[in-house]
């Protein structure tokens, strides 16, 4: 019975791979997908409508960082950050895994 499904099945699909090339079996569209096709293309025409008409001009939205004070605010934040500073570091006890190999004296 298995080998008549196997041959029944081969009359009715195309020749080569089912997803590629000419001989290929693609989904037909549906109503669903032409109105999610639709709904994208109208959120995309909305975002770009925003991006060519922006709330600020150039000459406004150019100096705001300045106007604000980021900069310096951002500069003395670096400069007092805390970090962290180990004083019991020597360089003995950063290599003392390659010590592994010397001999007892």
Do not use: C
């Not at 770009?48 to 934040?77: C, D, V, W």
Request: no cysteine.
């Amino acid at each position: 019975m298995k080998l008549f499904y196997a041959l029944f099945r081969r009359r009715n699909m195309p020749n080569g791979n089912i997803h590629t090339g000419k001989h290929r079996i693609y989904k037909e569209p549906t109503i669903r997908d032409v109105i999610k096709l639709k709904n994208q293309f109208e959120i995309e025409e909305k975002n770009m409508f925003l991006l060519r008409h922006s709330y600020l001009t150039p000459e406004q939205s150019r100096g705001h960082a300045r106007a604000l004070g980021k900069n310096e605010a951002n500069f003395i934040k670096t400069k007092t950050k805390q970090r962290p500073f180990y004083d019991n570091v020597t360089i003995e006890s950063r290599l003392s895994h390659l010590r592994v190999n010397e001999g007892w004296d």
